[in-house]
């Protein structure tokens, strides 16, 4: 399998004007690399390509994986477009990715980030965040991610989504993914009432709980880009070294 490229465009939801110079990251929506698997900045039409390698494509099309996108303006999160919007190695179609421009987040988005740890001190990687906005009858989803190389998850949401609320009473958990794509409830945080509109809430959870086969396809992730088509059966000492010495 050839190295690919996914066009796009971001397109400003309220106006459909082109959003230029923001940058726009693909991830893969089973967790398969731990980092964005290709990043690039929206072009004065808005447009973008992000050229994915062919060992990316091949492990994504094997696991039938799709890419999410998002997109920041500086170090916030505009767009987090998992299940929204989404592009798949065997039907790779043009894809249009709408962004909020010109809002003040204190008046319409609002972001939840923080950090994910283990009980002995270590990070949390490839782990599902899921913020919830709690209410009378119940709570509502505001957006989930998943953890990044450090333990870290940002989570952007807008005001529309609290209803007449204007502060969401938050709650985020943490969850392994299991093979058929479960969820099982690592850790909950305490509900952040009237959450002001930048909120950070750090998680830990139990080592134990952590899945080693997870940190495996975590680690067989961090290798796929440098493997390219060779095996990792077919690497001898030399290799191994190479690799040790790329990866760092």
Known sequence: MADSSIHGALVDEASGAPAAGLRVEAWDTANLFPEAVAMAKSEPGGGFAL?????VLKR???RDASIFFRVLRGEQVVTDTRGKVEWHPNDPIRVVVPVRLGDDIATSGFVVQ???VTDRGSVATGLRVIAYDKHLKG???LGQT?????GEYVIAYDRD????KLFADLEVRAFRVA???RLHLLAASKVAYQAPARHVIDLQVAYSDLS???ERNRLLGALAPLLEDVPLADVDAAGVTCLANRAG
């Open 51 to 55: 050229a994915v390698p062919a060992a």
């Open 60 to 62: 994504l099309a094997a």
């Open 114 to 116: 923080g950090r994910v």
């Open 139 to 141: 709570e509502t989803e």
């Open 146 to 150: 998943d953890t990044g190389p450090g």
């Open 161 to 164: 989504q609290l209803g007449r």
């Open 179 to 181: 093979g058929n794509r």
């Open 212 to 214: 080693r086969g997870s």
